[in-house]
């Protein structure tokens, strides 16, 4: 009989490990997954927040350069893109579009000295300046997320169960081929 209660108790204890480390390894993943929405959201609120920058510095550039209407529609039509993206690749798609449109905008911009020196567009440009600093760091974060994320989900022994609830690899946030040239800016 003694024998017999101590094997139970060692299956007791087995079973309290095995249950615990999932337990803890469900949590971490779950802490994972969230981590990566967070600095998603951070990204998403970057873009906004320099979506809400550009009709500001659209109607400056307008009313330098009327006439320049495929520049400022090309904006319009990128910015309205990118606020109907979904997911990480088309965020960044519609981002690399607004990205090549605003260049357009600036390359305008330079054929007006007027414009150049204008208080509200430097201080616009400065805004803009700042926000893209921000969207490269929220990136950033979010794809160190994702990358830490993906390790554990393929990574032993969370590799057995990660899949079964429902952890799947996340996107990361990845620029176009095209976004790696520097793009050419005559003054």
Request: hydrophobic share 45%.
């Amino acid at each position: 009989m003694k024998g017999f209660s101590k094997g139970w108790i060692i299956a007791g204890v087995v079973a309290v490990v095995v249950i615990a480390v999932a337990i803890s390894g469900y949590n971490g993943l779950v802490t994972l997954n969230e981590s990566i929405n967070g600095k998603w959201s951070q990204v998403e609120n970057q873009l906004q927040r320099r979506a809400d920058l550009i009709p500001n510095l659209v109607a400056t550039v307008k009313g330098y350069a009327a006439h320049e209407q495929n520049a400022i529609q090309a904006i319009a039509d990128a910015r309205a893109k990118l606020a109907g993206a979904q997911g990480p690749q088309a965020k960044a798609q519609a981002d690399n579009e607004l990205n090549g449109a605003l260049s357009r905008l600036l390359v305008v911009a330079e054929n007006y000295p007027n414009l150049k020196a204008d208080k509200n567009f430097r201080a616009l440009m400065d805004e803009l300046s700042g926000t893209e600093n921000r969207i490269a760091v929220a990136r950033k974060d979010y794809n160190d997320s994702v990358q830490l994320y993906n390790t554990k989900i393929r990574s032993f022994p969370t590799n057995f169960y990660a899949n079964m609830l429902g952890f799947g690899p996340k996107e990361y946030f990845k620029a176009e081929e095209g976004a790696k040239q520097v793009p050419a800016v005559q003054f």
